[in-house]
């Protein structure tokens, strides 16, 4: 009887601990910025990897308080699927991105993937929505989305081209140099200046120096990629430059004679 009693007591110690941690999470759930809502980055790599390593370890214990009190109940406690978000006009994401690719391979997006959600994506969904049956709102929810990703594979080219480029052209940079360099060529893409899709911003010819001499093609590394996701996802750490150089190696004067807006490792970057 008194083992059995200790053991009810520790359970219910333990119940109580994960509800406390459950509700902190609640409380600071309100204050976790989206990918889309992203701030730049500025903060140096050491200090956010020194917040990272303290929160994966608070959301660790969390993680086992939760599992303990639902194996004591009975309970599963459900994770949250990728797949059940909701994009909409307005939206700029590596998610739209995916969207625009699938939907291009399904015939029914004919304009060059931007990563940006605007009345020619809406207008794909909405057509899409209708040959599906579905409620055709022009809002890619999770019933869209699951039955789009039931109908064609994502590729993920798009993604693979931007992360090739910023590991040809800047892969002995900081990440957020290498995060600013993907983040030109979304601005590029948005300004009106330049080819309206993020291929054809990448492929333009003699815009890139990877592209050219064969850099573009060596294989990019996970960090490539997530710098790639980053500006996917709205960081731009160059505040809307459309250019940048090398000032120790450039010759051109064109490039030189430019305002600059700021300058990250090697690369000053302009408008």
């Given at each position: 009887?008194?083992?059995?009693?200790?053991?009810?007591?520790?359970?219910?110690?333990?119940?109580?601990?994960?509800?406390?941690?459950?509700?902190?999470?609640?409380?600071?759930?309100?204050?976790?910025?989206?990918?889309?809502?992203?701030?730049?980055?500025?903060?140096?790599?050491?200090?956010?990897?020194?917040?990272?390593?303290?929160?994966?370890?608070?959301?660790?214990?969390?993680?086992?308080?939760?599992?303990?009190?639902?194996?004591?109940?009975?309970?599963?406690?459900?994770?949250?699927?990728?797949?059940?978000?909701?994009?909409?006009?307005?939206?700029?994401?590596?998610?739209?991105?995916?969207?625009?690719?699938?939907?291009?391979?399904?015939?029914?997006?004919?304009?060059?993937?931007?990563?940006?959600?605007?009345?020619?994506?809406?207008?794909?969904?909405?057509?899409?929505?209708?040959?599906?049956?579905?409620?055709?709102?022009?809002?890619?929810?999770?019933?869209?989305?699951?039955?789009?990703?039931?109908?064609?594979?994502?590729?993920?080219?798009?993604?693979?081209?931007?992360?090739?480029?910023?590991?040809?052209?800047?892969?002995?940079?900081?990440?957020?140099?290498?995060?600013?360099?993907?983040?030109?060529?979304?601005?590029?893409?948005?300004?009106?200046?330049?080819?309206?899709?993020?291929?054809?911003?990448?492929?333009?010819?003699?815009?890139?120096?990877?592209?050219?001499?064969?850099?573009?093609?060596?294989?990019?590394?996970?960090?490539?990629?997530?710098?790639?996701?980053?500006?996917?996802?709205?960081?731009?750490?160059?505040?809307?430059?459309?250019?940048?150089?090398?000032?120790?190696?450039?010759?051109?004067?064109?490039s030189k004679s430019r305002p600059t807006l700021l300058t990250i490792g090697a690369h000053d970057f302009t408008r």
């Amino acid at each position: 009887m008194i083992k059995n009693r200790l053991v009810m007591n520790q359970m219910t110690e333990m119940n109580e601990e994960a509800e406390k941690a459950v509700v902190e999470i609640e409380k600071k759930s309100l204050d976790i910025p989206t990918m889309i809502d992203m701030e730049p980055i500025t903060v140096s790599r050491k200090v956010t990897h020194r917040r990272g390593k303290k929160n994966g370890k608070r959301a660790g214990r969390v993680h086992m308080l939760l599992g303990v009190c639902a194996m004591t109940l009975g309970l599963t406690v459900a994770v949250p699927s990728v797949g059940a978000q909701k994009l909409e006009h307005g939206v700029r994401s590596e998610h739209v991105v995916q969207l625009q690719e699938q939907l291009s391979d399904l015939g029914y997006f004919d304009a060059g993937v931007t990563g940006y959600y605007g009345s020619i994506t809406q207008s794909a969904v909405r057509e899409f929505q209708q040959a599906q049956g579905l409620s055709a709102d022009g809002v890619a929810g999770p019933i869209t989305l699951e039955r789009l990703n039931k109908k064609v594979k994502a590729e993920g080219e798009t993604l693979r081209q931007l992360a090739k480029l910023i590991h040809g052209e800047a892969r002995g940079e900081s990440f957020e140099g290498q995060v600013a360099v993907g983040a030109v060529v979304l601005n590029r893409v948005q300004s009106g200046e330049f080819p309206s899709s993020i291929s054809e911003v990448i492929f333009q010819k003699g815009q890139f120096t990877a592209v050219d001499d064969g850099q573009f093609n060596l294989k990019p590394t996970a960090t490539s990629y997530k710098a790639a996701r980053q500006a996917l996802n709205g960081a731009d750490p160059t505040h809307g430059a459309l250019y940048y150089y090398n000032p120790k190696i450039a010759t051109s004067e064109w490039s030189k004679s430019r305002p600059t807006l700021l300058t990250i490792g090697a690369h000053d970057f302009t408008r």
